[in-house]
């Protein structure tokens, strides 16, 4: 029998970036955590990993350097369990070593999945996580799950999952037609030419490259009555939230910069895909303490003028167009990695001295209500290398986990005051992922 012929894939376009732009002090990797109500079965974890796999194969993969540019390469290699022994979101990615881009440990009550970014985006890890935690229920509760007609609402076939839908909705007619001027949303008194870096939170950081993670945990419909009262979403009320929070750090001579949000957006809810891999793009939110009130109603407005004129098609088609703009250039193709690397490096310093702040919303997490009585709740933060949020919920609970390389908590300390003050009541849990 012949030699098994490998099979490569190329890294979709948004995920270009990440493997010349990893760092110790930022790993690109995520952790979703499901919180069981249960102690978790090592050798049933493993069996539903097994099987989980096979539906999402292309995370078993090692990703290699080409000449002209990265790929993933399948492996042999199969994704063990293990109790969890290290930090959160330690690197993933080592480019001297072939290793897989995803790990699945566990410790008491919670199964963590860590996945390296340019595998996939929250989304996709999402459903690998949801898809493994439903395999493992129906091992661990066999008998008494057995009869009921249980299904996850995730059946993408093999192929949808591996689609890369930046390469599919990439529509070369803009090259033509060219990009009209990126502008960002109307700040209130400044000129786009006359606006400095964003500001930047700084502090005292961590040893050895770790984290902090800050867990707010709170009732959905708590917090839904307030955004209510507002007229507005859940998510650009915390933006808001976040950026007054901001404000209270900032001193008289801070508040000349502004304060710059990055929010990632799930392009599958404006393009059609059922894709595992990355496709998400981003909106810029901006606000000016200089010039404005800094009251928390003014923040609000500011933020949904920027949501309303970033979140349109034409936005985000042009966002499109722009991941897919270096791999489609001729002259790119024939400039070797190394150059690449290089000047995507310095893009992302540039652009990511436009930030202050991240905050990602995954949304409600739905899973059979039969497992309801299984599980706890859900969880999700990023490694980074300033200061980022991750929120999602299930079953009645809202999960906003904070990160940091920070030693100070006084941000969490002042967003969770202000969230209290509207009478919505918190649990707190701190570093729980090292020390519970």
């Known amino acids: 029998m012949g030699k098994k012929e490998t099979q490569w894939a190329k890294l979709d376009n948004a995920a270009k970036i990440f493997p010349c732009t990893t760092r110790n002090q930022d790993t690109k990797v995520f952790r979703f955590v499901c919180e069981l109500k249960e102690a978790v079965i090592e050798a049933d974890l493993q069996q539903a990993l097994d099987v989980t796999v096979k539906e999402f194969p292309f ?50 009550r919670r199964i963590n999945l860590e996945v390296y970014h340019a595998i996939t985006d929250g989304t996709g890890a999402l459903n690998f996580l949801r898809t493994l935690v439903y395999h493992y229920l129906l091992i661990r509760h066999k008998e008494e799950l057995k009869d009921l007609p249980l299904q996850l609402d995730y059946d993408a076939s093999s192929t949808q999952r591996m689609d890369d839908s930046f390469d599919r909705y990439y529509d070369s007619r803009r090259e033509r037609h060219g990009l009209k001027e990126e502008s960002l949303p109307e700040i ?8 400095p870096g964003a500001y930047m939170i700084k502090g005292q950081r961590l040893p050895d490259y770790r984290i902090k993670v800050i867990r707010g945990t709170m009732p959905v419909e708590e917090l839904k009555k307030i955004v209510k009262k507002y007229r507005t979403t859940m998510t650009i009320f915390l933006t808001a939230l976040i ?5 209270e750090l900032m001193t008289v ?30 909106i810029d939110v901006w606000y000016d303490f200089d010039e404005c009130s800094g009251e928390f109603e003014d923040i609000m407005a ?7 004129s ?26 070797p990695l ?13 652009t990511d001295r436009k930030y202050t702040f991240s905050i990602s919303n995954i949304g409600a997490v739905s899973m059979p209500e039969e497992f309801e009585k299984y599980i706890h709740l859900f969880d999700v933060f990023i490694s980074t290398r300033k200061y980022q949020t991750c ?35 918190v649990e707190i849990a701190t570093n729980h992922y090292e020390e519970e």
């Not at 979101?89 to 008491?108: E, H, I, M, R």
């Not at 500011?302 to 309303?308: D, G």
């Not at 809202?398 to 009478?423: H, N």
């Open 391 to 425: 929120i999602c919920s299930y079953g009645g609970r809202l999960t906003m986990s904070f990160t940091s390389p920070f030693k100070s908590a006084e941000l969490e300390k002042i967003f969770f005051r202000k969230l209290t003050a509207f009478g919505i009541p």
């Open 302 to 308: 500011q933020v949904e003028r920027c949501f309303r």
């Open 253 to 282: 001579r801070e508040k000349r910069k502004l304060v710059g949000i990055v929010v990632p957006v799930n392009l599958r809810h404006y393009f059609k895909s059922e894709s595992a891999r990355n496709f998400f793009g981003t």
């Open 59 to 108: 995370f078993e993969t090692v990703l290699r350097r080409g000449l002209f540019w990265y790929y993933f390469e399948d492996s042999s290699r199969k994704a063990k369990v293990r109790e969890e022994d290290r930090p959160p979101c330690g690197p993933l990615y080592d480019k001297n070593k072939k290793g897989l881009l995803f790990s699945v440990t566990y410790y008491k």
């Open 310 to 335: 970033e979140l349109t098609q034409e936005k985000l088609e042009e966002k499109l167009y722009q991941y897919g703009a270096l791999e489609k250039n001729p002259a790119a193709r024939i400039v």
């Open 338 to 350: 190394i150059m690449k690397d290089f000047f995507m490096n310095l893009g992302y310093e540039y």
């Open 188 to 195: 209130p008194g400044r000129k786009l030419a006359s606006i």
């Open 243 to 247: 950026i007054s929070s901001i404000g």
